[in-house]
């Protein structure tokens, strides 16, 4: 059975750091396309990051130069960095698996969230 | 950057058909994907690729894509099929995936 299981959200202050990690079973992180979706409370779903099975990777405007996503080949985990967090990074994280190498391709397993919540 | 619109709500009353939109600039020209999602619950795949449905997912579901529109219509509507529902493509103009503003499904 493909699953995805994230971890590592919590409480943090505004500005602090956190470390999400995304455990897969029944395929390879780093054969695949994988990304983080973001889920604030009560809002919609937005993109945050992907990373290409090459290593290439891709950020959301809001985001970028703050989150770092990376992924440990030997554990087969995905991670995202958060750094400068601030309120509005405040969601539930999902980290999901594009189906194929094509880029328009959809987002086939999904885990089911871990939550960040960023207050003082 | 690339902006999908999708009405907040759509009330639809049980075996009647429910019609979600998803409004995009040319949008007949991208891959559009549709996701359900139910309190508390990840983002599950309902129809993909405008038009193809997952395993599982019933034939009551299906997709079209024309113009500036993309629609997911949902026939015989059962009271198991209340969830908010997405849009999503990939912009590759920016490199970034696009979701669309998400619409509530309502079964009265």
């Known amino acids: 059975e493909l699953q995805l299981v994230e971890s590592g959200g919590g409480l943090v202050q505004p500005g602090g750091s956190l470390r999400l990690s995304c455990a897969a079973s029944g395929f390879t992180v780093s054969d695949n396309y994988m990304t983080w979706v973001r889920q604030a409370p009560g809002k919609g779903l937005e993109w945050v990051s992907l990373i290409y099975g090459g290593g290439t990777t891709y950020y959301a405007d809001s985001v970028k130069g703050r989150f770092t996503i990376s992924r440990h080949n030997t554990k087969n985990t995905l991670y995202l960095q958060m750094n400068s967090l601030r309120a509005e990074d405040t969601a539930v994280y999902y980290c999901a698996r594009r189906y194929s190498d094509y880029p328009a391709s959809y987002m086939d397993v999904w885990g089911k969230g871990t939550t960040v919540t960023v207050s003082s | 950057s690339y902006v999908l619109t999708q009405p907040p709500s759509v009330s639809v009353a049980p075996g009647q058909t429910a019609e979600i939109t998803c409004g995009g600039s040319?949008?007949?020209?991208?891959?559009v994907h549709w996701y359900h999602q139910k309190p508390g619950q990840a983002p599950g795949l309902v129809v993909y690729d405008d038009t193809d449905r997952p395993s599982g997912i019933p034939d009551r579901f299906s997709g079209s894509n024309s113009g500036n529109t993309a629609t997911l219509t949902i026939s015989r509507v059962e009271a198991g099929d209340e969830a908010d529902y997405y849009c999503q493509v990939w912009d590759s103009s920016s490199d970034h995936y696009v979701f669309g503003t998400g619409t509530k499904v309502t079964v009265l």
């Open positions: 040319d949008i007949a020209t991208y891959s």
